[in-house]
Structures are given as structure tokens and as C-alpha cells.
């Protein structure tokens, strides 16, 4: 059965700290792997990782894929309280339906 | 408007009453999906339409469940006599058509649900 993990399922950082998110994968004919980040209602999307070693950066948070471990990552350096989100993973199947992870809330504390 | 667009932003019904939930997509986007999110649960997957093909509803809890998306453009989610674990946040996204990647969604604020 397809699936997708995230851990932690929650975090409480202060801020300035270095966080690091993980999501492990186990989808039939992977793809590709989707970040979003939702706050109140609408996740937004941030990164889309396909090949495994390279590094998706945007301002303090980076992403990158291992297709060996199946798994990715998603840092957040410096963290602000804006940061306090759910942090949510997902992987296309080859029907082009979405598994998504319960998420990682993570809150940053000033 | 150019996101995607939900309504109702919240409904509050009686068990047994049948809702519909709509979602106007971005414009030009093919691909629409309904997800559903409990309470501290992540997204589960209900259906997906893309373009005029038949739409994948392997996502669906039960026949009481259905949607329809008409003209391939405005899409409504009918949950007929609800219950109450149907309470949740009810998503839409849309995207540009398949590639073979996944393209990114993009997300409405969704329909809180609550089920008296």
C-alpha cells in the first residue's frame, strides 16, 4: 500500500533554531516529492524535488531528495515565528493521485 | 479571482441533511482534486477530475459521497445524509494537466463542515 510518513509529528523550537523535517515514501513508480506549508487554511506549495542529491533552496529553507532512502528532507535555518506552520509532504502516484503525510506542526516560540 | 475558490467557507447542518460543497478552480488548470482534512490529520484523497476523462474516485468513504465537475471548470462535493464523522475541513486544488511529475496543486481555503 502506497504511503508517505513525516516525523516529527510536532516540534517546539524558540527562535533562531535550526530545524530539520523528514518525510519517508513508499509510493509504486516515484516520481516526484511535494513540500507545502500550511498555516491557517490553505497549504501553499514550496518546494517539487524529482531528482535524489540536489538541493532546492528558497531564502532559509532547503529541501533535498535521497531516492535510495526514500526519503527527503526539509530544513528551516534561523527560524522566525512566521514559520509556525504544519509542514506537509506529499508523493504523486502514477495516476497522478496524491499521498500525503499527517504533516509536522512545527511552532516556533520569540 | 486568480486562486482557487471555495464556498461555504463554513457550514453548520443537522445529521441526516445532505450538503453540496463548491470549488471554482484557477482558469486553464485541468486537474482538480478534493481532499478531506480531520482534526490533526493529514490530507486524504477523495477524488480527482482531469480534463474529460471519467474522474478517479478510489478516494471516496462511501456512496453517500459524490461530485461532479461541470464544463470542466466549477466542481461540487454532495455528501448526502451526514454523519457526523463526516465533520471536517474539505480541500480543493488545482492544477495545470498531468506531465508524469506531479504538478503543484494549488489550494482553496476550504469548507469547514460541522455535522450537528
Known amino acids: 500500500e502506497d504511503k508517505v510518513v513525516q516525523s516529527p509529528l510536532s516540534l517546539v523550537v524558540h527562535e533562531g533554531d535550526t530545524v530539520t523535517l523528514n518525510c519517508s515514501y513508499e509510493v509504486t513508480n516515484f516520481r516526484s516529492l511535494l513540500w507545502y506549508k500550511q498555516e491557517k487554511k490553505a497549504p501553499t506549495f514550496l518546494f517539487m524535488l524529482t531528482s535524489s542529491g540536489i538541493e532546492k533552496k528558497s531564502g532559509r529553507l532547503s529541501s533535498i531528495l535521497d531516492k535510495k532512502e526514500l526519503s527527503s528532507i526539509l530544513n528551516i535555518t534561523a527560524t522566525q515565528t512566521g514559520d509556525s506552520a504544519i509542514y506537509l509532504c506529499?508523493?504523486?502516484?502514477?495516476?497522478?493521485?496524491?499521498?500525503f503525510g499527517t504533516g509536522t506542526s512545527l511552532t516556533v516560540i520569540p | 479571482g486568480a486562486g482557487v475558490s471555495q464556498s461555504p467557507s463554513n457550514k453548520v447542518t443537522e445529521k441526516g441533511k445532505d450538503v453540496e460543497l463548491r470549488c471554482d478552480p484557477i482558469?486553464?488548470?485541468?486537474?482538480l482534486y478534493w481532499y478531506r482534512q480531520s482534526l490533526g490529520q493529514g490530507l486524504e484523497f477523495l477524488i480527482y477530475f482531469q480534463g474529460n476523462s471519467a474522474p478517479d474516485k478510489s478516494g471516496l468513504p462511501s456512496d453517500r459521497f459524490s461530485a461532479e465537475r461541470t464544463g470542466g471548470s466549477v466542481s461540487t462535493l454532495t455528501i448526502q445524509r451526514t454523519q457526523q464523522e463526516d465533520s471536517a475541513v474539505y480541500l480543493c486544488?488545482?492544477?495545470?494537466?498531468?506531465?508524469?511529475?506531479?504538478?503543484?496543486?494549488?489550494f482553496g481555503d476550504g469548507t469547514r463542515l460541522s455535522i450537528l
Open positions: 486544488a488545482s492544477s495545470l494537466g498531468f506531465t508524469g511529475l506531479g504538478q503543484p496543486q494549488h
Open positions: 506529499a508523493v504523486p502516484n502514477t495516476g497522478n493521485q496524491f499521498y
Open positions: 482558469s486553464g488548470h485541468t486537474a
